[in-house]
């Protein structure tokens, strides 16, 4: 009995796992249509756990019921308070990364700084991008602190208006990528969160210009 009355939450888990990260890697991007029977087939389970999965993606703000349930297009304001939370979340994941990162993700971050340097492909630029930062907020070793990033992850390459990063943009992004891989190797969290908080911020700042977004 026991058993069989875990089986449901599981499955919405997974369901809701497989659903928040296409979401948040915009696989389904802003005003995708989630249809219920499409996704039990896709992922072989009832409608059940995907209604759960999707009434969970509901309280997080990440889908809307219009007519169905549709990937949440956010407002300009919500997205300068999503890049507000994420400078912060970054500088705060960096700091506590410096004390509790591993040689073995300090060497990842390397290569992963080595090919962004050196592919002319922006989406994949983006997707190593992502990675590279991913990383050390797992480093932090903080659950809530990942749940938090996670929730303001943005995809600024899915914009309607181009997010244009110059070659002087581009170049500072990496230097800045190897101060930060340096403070985090020498277990300075101050100056890893202010490294990072840099970073982060000047990227919000070219998002919001961008998109002409009221920065308040």
Known sequence: MAHERSTPPIAADAVHEHLRNAILSAEYRPNHRLVEQELSTQLNVSRTPVREALLRLKQEGLVVQHKGWVVRDHA??????????????????????????????????????????????????????????????????????????????????????????????????????????????????EAAAAIARTHVGRTADIITRALRLDPR
Do not use: C
């Open 76 to 189: 300009p304001h919500e997205i300068v308070e999503l890049l507000e939370a994420r400078v912060e979340l970054e500088a705060s994941a960096a700091r506590l990364a410096a004390g509790r990162i591993t040689p073995e993700t300090l060497e990842e971050l390397l290569d992963l700084m080595d090919r962004m340097e050196h592919t002319a492909a922006r989406a994949e630029v983006n997707q190593l991008n992502d990675e590279f930062h991913a990383l050390i907020t797992q480093s932090a070793k903080n659950h809530v602190l990942a749940d938090a990033a996670r929730s303001t992850m943005i995809n600024y390459w899915n914009f309607n208006a181009p997010i244009v990063f110059t070659e002087a943009d581009i170049s500072l992004v990496n230097e800045e990528h190897r101060a930060l891989h340096a403070a985090l190797a020498a277990g300075d969290g």
